[in-house]
C-alpha cells in the first residue's frame, strides 16, 4: 500500500512537470493553430539559463527563476517575430510555421550547445535547501512539494487570466476568430506576440523546475519531453489548458506504474503511447477536447 | 606551372632518397643515442577526450621521470603522442603511422575499447607490441599475443567488490539495478550477478534502466519496499549519480551501502551526489588514498605539475610507461619486437603505482584490485 503511495507520489510529481511543459504547447495552438516545435528548445534553454545565474552570475535560485523565465518570455517573442510573423499571411502558414518552428529549435539547440558545451551539467549542491518528510515509509521532499506547488499556480494563474483579465480574454477572442478580433479592434499582432511570451516563460518555467529536482541538465534534455508534451495535448484535447493538465498527470502516472509493474522502464513510453491511442480511439477530442462545432 | 611541378618532383625524389639512406643507418642511431621510441594512440579529441587528456599526463609525467633518472647513457624514452580523435578510423591511421613511419618500439593506447579492437588487429599482424593502458571490454587481448593491457576488467574488479563488501556488511540478499541498453552497463551487470551467485547472496529484485534516463524514482520505489541489505548498481557515473541521490532522498538509507564498479570511480561521483555519497562503494583498479610509497610520491607529482590530482587513467597510463620501459631495457634492444614482447610477458612482481604488478597468462592485468567506500566527501580503502 505504501509503496503505491510512494508510487502515486512519484507520478504526480514528474505529471505535474508535464502539465506545465504542455499548457505553453497547447496555448500556442489554440490561439494560432500551429504547433510551435521549438518549445522544447526553450524549455532546455529555461534550465541551462537558470544554472547559469546560479552558477555563474551568483543569483540565489529564486532570483535566477523569475529572470530565467522572463529571459524564455522574451525568446518566445523573438520565436514569433522571427518564425512565425513573416509566415502568417502565406495560405500554408500551419505548415511554413510548424517548420520554421523546427528550424529555430535547431538554433536554439546549437546555441546551447555552444554555449553551455555538450556535458550534463548540475545546480551548485545547495542551490535550494531540500526537507524531506517521512510518513512511514512515504517520502516527499520539499522540492517536490513546490516543484507541483509552482506548477498548479502558474496554471491556475493562466486560467484566471484566460477568463477574467481583458487581455486574456482578446487571446480567446483571437483564437476564435482572428479576422473578428482584429474587426473589433484588437490588436491581433500583439496579442499572438503575448502569447508566444506566457507559452515560452511557462515552457522555460517547466525546464527550470525539471532541472531542479533531476539535477542534470544537457542541451539535450528538451528532446526526452518534447514528444511527450505532444501527447499530453493530444490526450488532454488541443488547446485545452485543464486537459492539458489532466494529461499531463495522466501521463507521468501511466509512466511511473509502468515502470513500477514491469521492473524496468524499456516499456515506459510504449505504454504511456498505447493509452494515447486507445483514448484517440474512443475519444478523437481528447479528454477535455470540444468537439469541433464549426469549420473557420 | 610546369617549373614548379618540376621543382617539386625532384624535391619529392630527394626526400625519397634520404629517407631510403637513412634506413639502415636507423638502428646504429638508436643505439648511440639509447633510446626507445613509445608510440601513445591517445584519445585528445572526440568523445573519450577527457580521458586521453589524463592519460597524456600520467604517461607524460612517467616519460619525464625516467629520462632524468636516465642520466646520460641509460635508456630514454622518446614519447611519439597521436590523437586517435575516439574514433576506430582515426586509430587505424596512428597506427599505420606509429608502425610504418615512426617505427616505434611498442604502442601504449588507444583510449577506448572500441577503438582497440579495430587497431590491435594490425599491430598483432604487423608484430608490435601493444599495452592498452585502459581498455577493459572483453576480447581484446584474445586478438592475439603481442596484445597486453595493464587495465583491469570488470571481470576481474566486481567478484572481488563483492566477495569484499559481503565480509565487511554481512550482505544477504541484495538488489540490481542496471542499464540494460548499453553495452558497458551489460556486461558489469553479468559480472556481477555471477559473482552474487559464486558468494551465495540472494537477489531479490531487478530493475533495469535506460540511457538517458533521469527519473529512478519508480525502479527505488520498488527495491526500496523489498528492504534489501545492499544495492548493486551497474550504471555510467551521469546515471549513477541521479540513482544514489535519489534513493537516499526516497528514504533508503546510508546504512544500505550502494556498491558499483569501474563507472562509478570518478571524482564527478562525489561532486555530483555530495553527502548522499557516504556508504557508496566501489571496486576499482586504483585508488588515490592507498599507502604505497610509490603512490603517495605519484599523487604528489602529479598534482605539483599539473595543479589537480591523478585519477585511475593517469595512473594506468603512469604504470603502462614504466611496465613497457622495463620490458625494452629487459629485452636490450628497441627494434627487436619479437623480444620485447617475450620480456613484456616475463613482467612479474613489478613495483608499480597500482600494487606488485605481473601479466596474466592471457596477457591481462593481474594485481588484486581495490575496493573503495565513501567517506566524509572521499575515496577511503574498505578492503583489498
Known amino acids: ?296 | 606551372m610546369n617549373n614548379i611541378k618540376r621543382v617539386l618532383g625532384i624535391a619529392v625524389t630527394f626526400c625519397l632518397g634520404l629517407m631510403l639512406a637513412s634506413g639502415p643507418l636507423c638502428p646504429q642511431t638508436f643505439a648511440a643515442s639509447k633510446e626507445a621510441k613509445i608510440g601513445f594512440a591517445l584519445s585528445m579529441t572526440g568523445g573519450a577526450a577527457a580521458y586521453g587528456a589524463t592519460q597524456k599526463k600520467g604517461a607524460q609525467l612517467a616519460v619525464d621521470e625516467i629520462n632524468a633518472a636516465a642520466g646520460m647513457d641509460g635508456l630514454k624514452i622518446k614519447a611519439v603522442f597521436e590523437d586517435d580523435a575516439s574514433v576506430p578510423q582515426q586509430g587505424i591511421n596512428v597506427f599505420q603511422k606509429l608502425i610504418n613511419a615512426d617505427k616505434v618500439s611498442m604502442i601504449i593506447g588507444p583510449t577506448l575499447s572500441n577503438t582497440a579492437k579495430v587497431t590491435d588487429r594490425i599491430a598483432q599482424k604487423a608484430g608490435m607490441p601493444v599495452l592498452g593502458v585502459s581498455n577493459t571490454a572483453p576480447g581484446i587481448t584474445e586478438i592475439g599475443n603481442y596484445i597486453f593491457r595493464d587495465s583491469l576488467t570488470e571481470a576481474v574488479v566486481i567478484p572481488h567488490t563483492i566477495k569484499v563488501a559481503k565480509e565487511k556488511f554481512g550482505l544477504k540478499k541484495v538488489a540490481v539495478f542496471y542499464g540494460n541498453d548499453d553495452a558497458f552497463t551489460k556486461g558489469g551487470y553479468h559480472a556481477f550477478m555471477k559473482a552474487l551467485k559464486d558468494n551465495g547472496l540472494t537477489v531479490v529484485t531487478e530493475q533495469t534502466f535506460a540511457k538517458g534516463d533521469r527519473d529512478f524514482s519508480p525502479q527505488l520505489t520498488q527495491i526500496k519496499s523489498k528492504k534489501p541489505d545492499a544495492i548493486i548498481v551497474s550504471a555510467l557515473v551521469e546515471e549513477a549519480s541521479g540513482i544514489i541521490n535519489q534513493a537516499r532522498q526516497l528514504g533508503i538509507p546510508n546504512s544500505v551501502p550502494i556498491i558499483g564498479g569501474n563507472g562509478f570511480n570518478s571524482p564527478a561521483l562525489i561532486k555530483n551526489t555530495g553527502e548522499a555519497s557516504e556508504g557508496v562503494v566501489i571496486g576499482a583498479a586504483w585508488n588515490i588514498t592507498s599507502a604505497l610509497p610509490m603512490n603517495k610520491k605519484f599523487v604528489a607529482d602529479f598534482t605539483a605539475k599539473y595543479g589537480n590530482a591523478p585519477d585511475q587513467f593517469a595512473a594506468q597510463a603512469y604504470t603502462g610507461v614504466y611496465i613497457a620501459y622495463n620490458a625494452i631495457k629487459k629485452a636490450g634492444s628497441t627494434t627487436n619486437h619479437k623480444a620485447i614482447r617475450d620480456a613484456l610477458a616475463k613482467t612479474k612482481d613489478l613495483d608499480t603505482v597500482l600494487g606488485k604488478y605481473s601479466f596474466t597468462s592471457g596477457r591481462d592485468a593481474g594485481y588484486t584490485p581495490i575496493v573503495q567506500i565513501v567517506k566524509d566527501g572521499k575515496f577511503a580503502v574498505l578492503g583489498e
Open chain 1, 1 to 296: 500500500m505504501e509503496i503505491l503511495a510512494q508510487q502515486l507520489v512519484n507520478g504526480l510529481f514528474i505529471g505535474s512537470v508535464y502539465g506545465l511543459f504542455a499548457v505553453g504547447y497547447t496555448l500556442v495552438f489554440g490561439v494560432l493553430d500551429i504547433l510551435n516545435l521549438a518549445h522544447a528548445a526553450v524549455f532546455t534553454l529555461g534550465g541551462l539559463v537558470a544554472l547559469w545565474l546560479v552558477d555563474t552570475g551568483g543569483l540565489s535560485i529564486w532570483l535566477a527563476f523569475p529572470t530565467a523565465v522572463l529571459f524564455c518570455g522574451l525568446l518566445g517573442l523573438l520565436l514569433d517575430q522571427v518564425a512565425f510573423a513573416p509566415l502568417r499571411q502565406r495560405a500554408d502558414s500551419n505548415f511554413s510555421g510548424l517548420i520554421s518552428s523546427i528550424a529555430m529549435a535547431i538554433i536554439f539547440e546549437s546555441a546551447a550547445l555552444g554555449l553551455f558545451g555538450a556535458r550534463t551539467v548540475r545546480f551548485p549542491a545547495h542551490t535550494v535547501s531540500v526537507h524531506i518528510w517521512r510518513w512511514q515509509d512515504l517520502s516527499i521532499t520539499s522540492l517536490q512539494v513546490e516543484i507541483v506547488a509552482i506548477s498548479l499556480l502558474l496554471m491556475f494563474l493562466l486560467t484566471q487570466f484566460l477568463n477574467k483579465a481583458r487581455v486574456g480574454k482578446a487571446i480567446r477572442a483571437v483564437a476564435e476568430n482572428d479576422r473578428t478580433a482584429r474587426l473589433l479592434g484588437i490588436h491581433v499582432d500583439g496579442i499572438i506576440a503575448f502569447t508566444f511570451f506566457i507559452s515560452s516563460a511557462l515552457g522555460g518555467a517547466a525546464g527550470i523546475l525539471f532541472g531542479l529536482y533531476f539535477d542534470s541538465l544537457s542541451p539535450d534534455m528538451g528532446h526526452s519531453i518534447e514528444l511527450k508534451g505532444l501527447a499530453v495535448i493530444v490526450l488532454g484535447g488541443m488547446g485545452s489548458i485543464p486537459g492539458a493538465i489532466l494529461g499531463g498527470l495522466a501521463f507521468g502516472l501511466s509512466e511511473v506504474l509502468t515502470v513500477a509493474i514491469t521492473g524496468t522502464s524499456n516499456l515506459r513510453d510504449a505504454v504511456a503511447f498505447t493509452v494515447l491511442f486507445t483514448v484517440l480511439v474512443l475519444r478523437p477530442s481528447g479528454i477535455l477536447g470540444k468537439k469541433k462545432m464549426r469549420e473557420a
